[in-house]
């Protein structure tokens, strides 16, 4: 492990900051982070607040006044990554989600309450999804072997078998609390005892079991007391909603037996279940002033002994041996330095090997390690079953500042802060944890886990990662932490060639995705970073595409099976005339009618579509530079065509309505302009329109493309978002240093900055990614910025048409590239 930021807080008072209250923190499948501080004011009045960053631009934090009038105590994130619940000590839990549908713009419409009774325990319900990684099949070539759904049912289903939404609560009288979100917007909450004896409970977590039940752990703190289990179950009935319990066989710590050892340990600090859908596997810590040990236990049937008695006089019994659930231990460790906070693994792994005792490649991996963050500062990697420690991390090292040259630090004295919050990210490869200063601290936790790995063999576990966060959607920006800019080349063509062994139908679904994917690996390395442009742009044209294909109606109802942009795409492939106008005699030109407004509405995308081919041709004499962008386009016979029918469609549109024809700035009034470079696109094209390798363009072509800008005017075209994030900037050993609420001034990439078009100056005019609108040096309007690639487009859309809203609404919660919106400020001059 090691560090790779730090961020903390421009320096508080003494006297504003209470170390002394729990904090809770979450991390979101989508590489959100939200964790809580609680701050006194000139008053002595604490608020309650809770903080919302991206790991991308931490320093950009969202902090709420959550309204919570006590501590709070727990944080969870919904399995979509978009939705956050909060609840205190009062009994009050609020359900958070974004408003308009920006990362860095909560709000608070619903929550349910049980008043004056402390939450302990907070989790969503379970939605009925699970998927298994299989690593001993990491390198099996179909996604279904890598990746399998586990049968596993929702906690409550509606109609039709539809999970239902809705969190459980426990609280610290040992209440359970169930609160169901209706598709109508309400609210049904119940309220149930644990069981008929009520007791305190000061440490609870909650499970699923592949039934559809809940498993709920509960103690009541003292290591002398048992830990008790209860299986909840939660139905309708009548519109009302319905919590049944029962009592599950408890356990009685291990250290707590032995005579010796009986009072070394007198409190149960920590009670997890090692994974959410995981209720047969629980860990437990037991702690004094000074020292912790850590136990993890697990439910197993076995087999009631038969008396021998029984066994003679019927035979038969021996067979039909009862069965029972029971805890045993699975591990234990020594005594330790007292634990100040436990992180567990969200990474479903399953092994085929079970024997703790064979030392195999795949049991070091992330999703077999949780963490534990002890008093003396240090943080520890354990196995999850055998609690053997893996990796170790101590905060000893100061980072760097990144506003300042790094100049030797005095060594500094007294005692290590710790860890009072910490999370694992979704694959393990990240942690972050909050101190009592309120400092975030963020890690990269290697893929061997402290074991030295070949490079073969990090690329193959980086690359089955990738692969996982490419199958659920999850963000993947953890794994860049660990890409190095010399893996970048191979990890993207391992990507490209693990998605082509894909069905047909699987790819199209990835397609975008794995473009994506791409996109963000190329960021990292200074000899890849044009490839970023064509992605980007490729995931534009796509996009592009699809809108304007979907606009497209069939002249009559009853038309057969193919669609009007199907039968586009088929006539442009099949017919390679160079007179655009021969073209268009070969499609039916009523199914392209569409209203006049609309038409208009779409100029720019329309004026996009034809400065790029115009851009790209003119490129073309200069292909044997890989360091120009659009270099790729020049050998991709897939994206050629798409453009050839879109010019297509866009010369019809034309006739109807020029006024929405890109406009070309040319030499010569009587010169067609789009048709010159249809018949140049077309040409280009039939050089790579198979799937063998490209021919090589002749030297006419070349020629005449040589002439474009003698022809026509060539405009810049604004290739790559300028994006401000961490990743690609994080150098190994070498952690940065920021603050909440300050951007900092990152160092730049330096063969980037030199490359012609790819990055804007301060005060250059900046222009909506989305739209291709012109918005000014210095926007008026509120504009939005994608968390991972920067894209930049207004908040609010300036136009009514509806086939503009059509194309806006595809991005109104995620950017191109998948990332999420993030508010920008306006900028002033």
Partial sequence: MDLAYVCEWEKWPKT????????????????????????????????????????????????????????????????????LLSADADGQVKCWSMAEHLANSWESLVGSSVEGDPIVALSWLHNGVK???????????????????????????????????????????????????????????????????????????????????????????????????????????????????EILPSLFMRCTTALSRKDSFPAITHLKFLARDMSEQVLLCASSQTSSLVECWSLRKEGLPVNNVFQQISPAVVDKQPMILKWRILSATNDLDRVSAVALPKLPVSLTNTDLKVASDTQFYPGLGLALAFQDGS????????????????????????????????????????????????????????????????????????????????????LFLLEYCMVTGYDWWDVLLHVQPAMVPSLVERLHEESTRQSAALQQVLSTRILAMKASLCKLSPCTVTRVCDYHTKLFLIAVSSTLKSLLRPHFLNTPDKSPGDRLAEVCAKITDVDIDKVMINLKTEEFVLDMNTLQALQQLLQWVGDFVLHLLASLPNQGSPLRPGHSFLRDGASLGMLRELMVVTRIWG??????????????????????????????????????????????????????????LIPGLDWLPVSDGLVSRLQPKQPLRLQFGKAPTLPGNAPTLQLDGLVRAPGQPKIDHLRRLHLGAYPTEECKACTRCGCVTMLRSPNKATAVKQWEQRWIKNCLCGGLWRRLPLSCP
């Fill in 16 to 83: 504003t900051h209470c170390p002394s209250v729990p904090l809770a923190c979450a991390w979101s499948c989508r590489n959100l982070i939200a964790f809580t501080t609680d701050v006194r004011n000139e008053d002595q009045d604490l608020t309650r607040t809770i903080h919302i960053l991206d790991t991308e631009h931490p320093w950009d934090v969202h902090s709420i006044s959550s309204g919570h009038t006590e501590a709070i105590t727990c944080l969870e994130w919904d399995q979509s990554g978009s939705r």
């Fill in 131 to 245: 998927l298994a990684l299989h690593v001993e099949k990491s390198g099996a070539s179909s996604f279904g072997e890598k990746f399998s759904r586990v049968k596993f049912s929702p906690s409550l289903t509606l109609f039709g078998g539809k999970p239902m939404e809705g969190w459980i609560a426990v609280t610290v009288s040992g209440l359970v609390t169930v609160s169901l979100l209706k598709p109508s917007g309400q609210v049904l909450t119940s309220t149930e005892s644990l069981c008929r004896l009520r007791g305190r409970v000061a440490l609870a977590d909650i499970a699923f079991t592949g039934g559809g039940n809940i498993v709920v752990a509960a103690a009541d703190g003292s290591s002398a007391s048992p830990v008790q289990f209860y299986k909840v179950c939660v139905g309708v009935v009548s519109e009302k909603c319905r919590i049944d319990t």
């Fill in 379 to 462: 943080v520890h990697i354990v196995h999850r079953l055998s609690l053997q420690t893996m990796a170790v991390f101590y905060s000893s090292a100061a980072p760097r500042s990144v506003d300042e040259p790094a100049i030797k630090r005095p060594r500094t004295t007294g005692p290590a802060v710790h860890f009072k919050a910490m999370q694992l990210s979704w694959t393990s490869l990240a942690l972050v944890g909050i101190d009592n200063h309120g400092k975030l601290s963020l890690l990269r936790v290697s893929p061997s886990m402290g074991h030295p790995l070949d490079v073969s063999l990090a690329l193959r576990h980086l």
């Fill in 655 to 712: 006739l109807l309505k020029p006024s929405c024809l890109p406009v070309y700035a040319a030499t010569s009034d009587t010169q067609d302009s789009m048709a010159l470079l249809f018949r140049l696109l077309t040409k280009l094209w039939i050089c790579c329109r198979d799937e063998g390798p490209a021919s090589e363009p002749d030297e006419a072509l070349v020629d005449e493309c040589c002439l474009l800008p003698s022809q026509l």
